[in-house]
């Protein structure tokens, strides 16, 4: 029978909620309502999970989790706060936390979490270590999101933070990863160490090199004396490496070399340099394609992601859109001297809409532009620059009504005929089967679902599991034209 012990001053919802999740199981709950009650409680009998509230009435949740740890470290503890910040949760996982939940909690997801938190439990007689609030919106360089994606985000970051290991973060341009890579390094244990931040796309490849690795007084042209790198610069320290899938072919041994043994020569010189530097890398690249294509060096791709983080796209990020929108409101209020106190139902709509190609460096940039044109203390539609009303308003006519008869795509019939595909897209010069594969389905399951809806768009995201905006790029990219359809009284 596996224990559970609970540690949460609120005695009404959490605690009916665990119980509901161990009904019919051979399970069994002790409470307790304070952190010190709680490690006295883990002292008398060690569960064989902990479900711990971060914030307790007479001391931080983080406390009482190094306090039993020093007592078992081999029980598993899952946080769970009302807290929706950043900090917190990857505190909690770069600490060892085996999971970090927000109220209020889903059931099915707390029922899940606790039955993984008993099953390593059970496997964890040995010593060993388990490894993997309010919002302050004026905080610069802050990371705002409490969407699912961006929880998973916080969790990796804590992973991973206190580990020196390369780390690879990938995702769209725009999408936050310099913010990412910051995250990283404050939770580190060289957070008292330099760090740097070096675009590989922002400098010809010629100076690259020398950017990353110095050089000495007459190695080329304009060499009029010792230079010094990045990679001594930050000795000791983190060094950030943006855009690292524009680093030319011919760096990228260089770089290896560097991730394997942490040494280099400066360009024209002969010595050997010892340098101690952390590499987190980022890039918007597909870096696997690439290197199984042989545009990229699959050697140093493996060394960069031995930890790799995804960020999502902000048009996946339906829930964080209104909060990212505060944050920045505020931020620019300061900025351009401007009392913006209230954002207006439909801007939000609006800006929730929109399908975000440049991400939130795009969010950032409209609301800067908004802000100028705004007058008085709300944030109005009217204020939003042109580039956002035209996509709502191009958004909003493409649907056009007809009869019910009619089929509400353009494509009338569009057969999902695995066998002709394969026919006809499996050679021997194939390379993008998986895409092309992908491509195939979305053309014919979007096209039932928007059948089945009647053209109608946000009803068909909602079936198909994606957010409409998802769903009105993929129909561009197909080139999918949608009509939406009235439903007759059949009588």
């Not at 051979?26 to 711990?52: M, Q, W, Y």
């Not at 802050?142 to 690879?168: D, F, H």
């Not at 920045?328 to 009392?339: T, Y």
């Amino acid at each position: 029978m596996a224990h559970l012990l609970l540690i949460d001053d609120d005695q009404t919802i959490l605690p009916n909620q665990v119980k509901a999740s161990l009904t019919g199981k051979d399970h069994s709950v002790t409470i307790a309502e304070s952190g010190e009650t709680g490690i006295e409680k883990f002292a008398e009998r060690i569960p064989d999970a902990v479900l711990l509230d971060l914030r307790l009435p007479d001391q931080s949740g983080l406390d009482v989790y190094l306090k039993i740890r020093e007592i078992d470290r081999r029980v598993p503890v899952i946080f769970v706060t009302m807290t929706q910040g950043a900090d917190f949760a990857i505190e909690a996982m770069k600490l060892g936390a085996f999971d970090y939940l927000f109220k209020p909690v889903e059931l099915l997801q707390l029922q899940r979490v606790i039955e993984e938190a008993f099953l390593v439990s059970a496997k964890m007689r040995e010593p060993a270590l388990i490894v993997d609030e309010t919002q302050e919106p004026t905080v610069e360089g802050a990371l705002v999101g409490s969407c699912a994606a961006m929880r998973e985000v916080y969790k990796a970051i804590g992973r991973v933070s206190a580990q020196n290991v390369p780390v690879l973060i990938t995702g769209e341009s725009g999408t936050g990863k310099e913010l990412v890579a910051r995250a990283i390094y404050q939770h580190s244990d060289r957070q008292d160490r330099p760090f740097l931040v070096l675009n590989c796309a922002a400098i010809p490849e010629q100076l690259l090199e020398s950017e990353l690795f110095g050089h000495e007084k007459g190695a080329f042209t304009g060499a009029d004396r010792r230079r010094i790198g990045k990679f001594e610069q930050v000795n000791g320290g983190t060094l950030f490496l943006d855009e690292i899938g524009d680093m030319p072919l011919g760096l990228q041994a260089k770089m290896l070399r560097v991730l394997q043994e942490q040494q280099f020569e400066r360009v024209g010189g002969n010595e050997t340099i010892e340098t101690d530097v952390r590499i987190i890398a980022a890039t918007h690249r597909d870096l696997k394609t690439w290197a199984r294509e042989g545009k990229y060096r699959a050697d140093l791709f493996f060394r960069l992601s031995v930890f790799s983080i995804e960020l999502p796209a902000l048009r996946e990020r339906d829930d964080d859109i209104a909060l990212l929108i505060q944050h920045f409101v505020r931020q620019l209020n300061g900025e351009l001297g401007r009392e913006i106190c209230q954002i207006d139902p439909e801007t939000n709509a609006v800006l929730k809409n929109y399908s975000w190609p440049g991400n939130i460096r795009e969010l950032q940039s409209i609301l800067k532009q908004a802000l100028l044109n705004s007058t008085g203390e709300v944030l109005l539609p009217s204020f939003l620059p042109h580039l956002i009303e035209d996509e709502i308003t191009e958004s909003e006519e493409l649907p056009a009504f007809g009869p019910r008869e009619s089929s509400p795509v353009s494509e009338t019939e569009i057969p999902l005929d695995w066998e002709t595909f394969l026919a006809e897209h499996l050679t021997p010069e194939t390379t993008n089967l998986y895409e092309e594969a992908h491509s195939h389905l979305d053309r014919f399951l979007l096209a039932k679902a928007l059948e089945f809806t009647g053209g109608n768009q946000n009803q068909a995201a909602r079936h198909l599991g994606i957010s409409r905006q998802t769903l009105r790029l993929k129909l561009r990219d197909l080139g999918i034209t949608v009509t939406q359809m009235v439903k007759q009284n059949d009588n």
